[in-house]
């Protein structure tokens, strides 16, 4: 993300509000699937179950770490995984559907005094208390409609992927590749969820193997019809998503898709 007034849209793009969910608060759609079911060789690092996220706490509603999306963003995700599975990549998403009481979770958070424990790590050069006004958090996010993802490629055979430990020393999303948090990800210049002009794809700063890196991630989920939020090198929606107006507050588990 982009610092100061530069970034219009930011992590959480504010979209217009549109249709209320009419079902059970707690159930999705039946066209809700889990990704893993639709293709299980996609990897997981689910960061709102955690406590490395940029809040610094597992974030209300995320109680499971699983990928619930739309059946058609799945399906199509699977045909990308197959062609970057061709390149020697396979795609590791971080985030998918994200239910409304998360988003107002962030909301409440980012009004809050204090509580920026994650800052050298995730928003270096902003303060805590312009994140919301500046439209780095808004109260509306487009993956509460199902079909957006933030995503990575990772090199195969895939390095393993260490967890973050609480309390450890925090380093700044932009830093090299070598001295922040070793993500098992090819190198994108900035690690997910950076709030910094440097996480724009075609951010200019970025050095060239960087930005094939972006540019290949983009290109394989553009075959999959999905389009690239410019600010966010790991942010994509499908093109041609079921519910363009319409934003879901099921909790990311299981049982929200079966109901019991």
Request: with cysteine; hydrophobic share 35%; charged share 25%.
């Amino acid at each position: 993300m982009m610092v100061g007034a530069l970034l219009g849209g930011a992590m959480l793009s504010g979209v217009p509000a549109g249709a209320a969910d009419t079902r059970g608060p707690d159930r999705a759609p039946e066209s809700f699937v889990a990704l893993s079911d639709v293709d299980p060789t996609i990897r997981h690092d689910i960061r709102y179950v955690t406590a490395h996220n940029f809040v610094g706490r597992p974030v209300r509603g995320y109680q499971e770490p699983l990928c619930l999306l739309t059946r058609e963003t799945a399906e199509a995700l699977r045909e990308v995984q197959r062609a970057a599975l061709a390149r020697g990549y396979t795609l590791k998403v971080y985030d998918c559907f994200r239910p409304q009481r998360s988003v107002d979770d962030f909301v409440r958070w980012a009004q809050q005094d204090g509580n920026d424990r994650m800052r050298e790590e995730f928003y270096p050069r902003i303060d805590k208390s312009r994140l919301f006004p500046e439209g780095y958090i808004a109260e509306r996010s487009g993956h509460s409609r199902g079909s957006t993802v933030d995503l990575t490629l990772v090199d195969l055979p895939a390095p393993p992927q260490r967890p973050y430990r609480p309390g450890e020393p925090l380093t700044a999303c932009f830093a090299p590749e070598g001295e922040r948090f070793p993500d098992n990800s090819v190198d994108m210049g900035t690690g997910y969820d950076c709030f910094d002009e440097l996480a724009a794809t075609e951010a200019p700063e970025v050095d060239e193997h960087v930005r094939e890196n972006r540019y290949l991630l983009r290109e394989l989920m553009a075959g999959g019809g999905f389009s690239n939020y410019p600010l966010e090198w790991w942010h994509f929606t499908l093109d041609d998503e079921p519910y363009p107006d319409t934003y879901f507050d099921f909790p990311v588990a299981r049982r929200a898709l079966t109901g019991s």
